[in-house]
């Protein structure tokens, strides 16, 4: 059975600062997916990491793949109240069929002025 | 163009009793997922739907739940004599082409009592 485990589950940090969310997966998958969900709202899609070595950034958040650890990373730069938001990110088990995905249990970011 | 609808938006259920729920996609969209959240836990793949076929339902439990997906109409996951296991966060997503980029809804959050 696959399994997605991030760490860490809570993060708490200060403005400004850098942190690091880490996804490992447990089995073979040429697909990843970060999102973003506020409380009581939708999943907010992020990113789809296709391939390994991929790297994709979107303002003050980079994500990258590392298909051969089964390994990716969603760092945070300079973190601001507005990134406050659980993240998960899910990879695809459908053999690339890309519609059966497994989340990670999500990591829950506060960031404190 | 209105996202993913789903409500309720909070169910709650004694045992023994019939949960329905219920997912518009967005406009244009043909494809639903359904993912059930239990607590402490990421969200896991249940069925996905196209308009009146059921494509693949791998995920869903072999008893008391079943999907749909009418020519016309929302999709409904149904639960029957719920127990108190089944209490989770429900969501559905959709997408217009096929396995695409899934599009999520806020959730229905089902307790059963």
């Known amino acids: 059975e696959l399994k997605v485990e991030q760490n860490p589950l809570f993060l708490s940090m200060q403005e400004g600062k850098n942190y690091t969310i880490y996804c490992n997966y447990s089995?073979?998958?040429?697909?990843l997916y970060w999102y973003r969900q506020d409380p009581g709202k939708s999943l907010e899609s992020l990113f789809v990491l296709l391939s390994n070595g991929a790297v994709k950034q979107e303002g003050r958040l980079m994500a990258s793949l590392d298909t051969k650890a089964r390994l990716s990373t969603l760092h945070i730069t300079a973190a601001v109240h507005d990134l406050s938001a659980t993240y998960f990110c899910?990879?695809?088990?459908?053999?690339?069929?890309?519609?059966?995905?497994?989340f990670g249990k999500g990591t829950l970011l506060t960031v404190n002025p | 163009n209105a996202g993913v609808m789903q409500n309720p938006r909070h169910l709650v259920r004694r045992r023994g009793q019939e949960a329905r729920l219920r997912c518009s996609p967005m406009?244009?969209?043909?494809?639903v997922y359904w993912y059930r959240q239990l607590p402490e836990e990421g969200l896991k793949f249940m069925v996905y739907l196209q308009k009146e076929n059921i494509i693949d339902e791998s995920g869903m439990p072999k008893e008391r739940f079943s999907a749909e997906f009418p020519k016309e109409g929302p999709s409904i996951l149904r639960i029957q004599q719920v127990v108190r296991g089944d209490s989770a966060a429900y969501f559905c997503?959709?997408?217009?082409?096929?396995?695409?980029?899934?599009?999520f809804g806020p959730g229905t959050r089902l307790t059963v009592l």
């Open positions: 089995t073979t998958s040429d697909r």
């Open positions: 899910a990879v695809d088990k459908s053999g690339g069929s890309n519609y059966k995905l497994t």
């Open positions: 406009k244009g969209h043909s494809h």
């Open positions: 997503a959709s997408s217009p082409h096929g396995p695409d980029t899934q599009y």
